[in-house]
């Protein structure tokens, strides 16, 4: 049986981990050069992406390994500026990947905007336009795949449409809200929404005279995409767990009740929920997806029952010896649209991937969601979060402190690694000794 040529990835050099890529063709030798340059984004193609462009702004690009999906064995590409994420990810995925990996899958797909009418004066007219939303919803969906067929032609569009009226109280004026839930296909579809959604609100104006003040606020897609969810679920046995002195029972008990308290203490909740997102957020940057998007459509999803709480749900079963660890995420996830079909690095995330539909991207991002907050709590109820973080936060401050090259950089992170503070200040201190030498 041949070595496995990720063996010790951390530890080649940067060329060298280029080229194992390219042994490997999951990507070109094209695409090798351009990594090796570190070209990032070209400033010409980064003036047409955004207005008033003086540059770009770049973040270090990785590669997190280890992981194993639906019985496929995934690299997983990663842009983030936080030394211990992939370092973590790596971690936690080869501990499931010695348990079996994550199975993974994707709910359902579909995408929902809204249109805001005001002007209703009453609930007797929020009842007779709820009405003629039900009577005529075959008729507006046409409309709706009317102003897109594209989308219709690939097999997409229009999916359903219904109503919710909110009557005016002491703080809020009267809305009526008209919900489309739209199939886009391997696009996020941002623009596809928004366009049928304003052709639709048009179309609901000329229809509804019977109202006479109504007005359309506003029509716009919506980030809370809980109709577009992922799960990744996992079994590990405790023996895997072991830490040290403290058995891998003990760590699996203690990663359940960890798990409880995110969701009763909004503090950590809310911490538990970021650890997630330091995966999937540098999945979909990586991707060249709406990070942002999909932030604000997770952190809405973690308070649905009125309660902001933890997402990773791990139970230990003692019976069994077994950790089981589950993650739902609302992810809208595009394969192509927007500047995945320009940003020069989203072609090579492409390629490492083997260029995967938006379905596979949600079940890569979950799983690493899950991943990274495994490898959060296992060290927080083991050693402590600030043992592994602070190893690999020593380069950084190497670098701070003014370290120049390979060899000069290293002596430092040594120096660092026994010192009684690790901090910018003992990193200053540790190079000025060393150029004395």
Request: net charge negative.
């Amino acid at each position: 049986m041949s070595e496995n040529p990720f063996k010790s990835y951390y530890k080649k050099s940067r060329q060298d981990r280029i080229d194992v890529l390219v042994d490997q063709e999951h990507i070109t030798s094209d695409q090798a050069e351009f990594l090796k340059n570190g070209q990032g984004l070209p400033t010409e193609i980064a003036d047409n992406m955004i207005e008033n462009a003086l540059s770009t702004y770049g973040l270090p690009y990785g590669l997190a390994l280890n992981f194993l999906i639906n019985d496929q064995e995934i690299h997983i590409p990663m842009v983030t500026e936080e030394p211990s994420v992939i370092a973590a990810a790596s971690n936690g995925g080869k501990i499931i990947q010695q348990a079996g990996g994550f199975k993974s899958q994707v709910n359902q797909r579909l995408m929902s905007g809204q249109i805001a009418f005001t002007g209703l004066e009453d609930d007797a007219q929020a009842l007779r336009l709820e009405a003629y939303v039900t009577e005529f919803a075959d008729d507006l969906l046409i409309v709706a795949n009317a102003a897109y067929p594209s989308i219709v032609g690939r097999g997409g569009g229009a999916r359903s449409i219904r109503s919710q009226y909110y009557p005016a109280t002491d703080s809020s004026a009267s809305f009526f809200i008209v919900y489309l839930t739209i199939d886009t296909q391997e696009a996020m579809g941002a623009n596809m929404m928004n366009t049928m959604l304003e052709a639709l609100k048009a179309h609901i104006l000329g229809q509804v005279d019977f109202i006479a003040n109504i007005d359309g606020l506003m029509a716009i897609l919506s980030n809370y995409a809980v109709e577009a969810t992922a799960t990744a679920s996992c079994e590990i046995t405790a023996r895997l767990l072991d830490k040290g002195p403290i058995s891998g029972v003990e760590v699996a008990s203690k990663i359940a009740l960890a798990s409880q308290l995110a969701q009763v203490d909004v503090y950590r909740a809310t911490t538990h929920n970021k650890g997630i997102m330091n995966g999937v957020d540098a999945f979909v940057l990586a991707t060249g997806n709406d990070w942002r998007a999909v932030e604000a459509g997770v952190h809405a999803y973690a308070a649905r029952d009125g309660q902001y709480r933890g997402l990773a749900k791990w139970t230990y079963d003692s019976d069994r010896e077994i950790l089981s660890g589950e993650l739902t995420l609302p992810l809208a996830l595009g394969a192509v649209g927007g500047s995945i079909g320009i940003h020069p690095t989203v072609q090579v995330t492409k390629s490492i991937l083997g260029q995967s539909d938006a379905k596979h991207l949600m079940e890569i991002a979950v799983s690493l969601g899950l991943a990274q907050n495994f490898a959060a709590v296992r060290a927080l109820v083991t050693e402590g979060i600030q043992a592994g973080h602070m190893q690999l936060q020593a380069k950084s401050l190497a670098i701070q402190a003014g370290a120049d090259g390979d060899q000069e950089i290293n002596a430092v992170v040594t120096a660092l690694e026994n010192a009684d503070h690790k901090n910018l200040a003992a990193a200053k201190e540790i190079l000025e000794k060393l150029r004395q030498e």
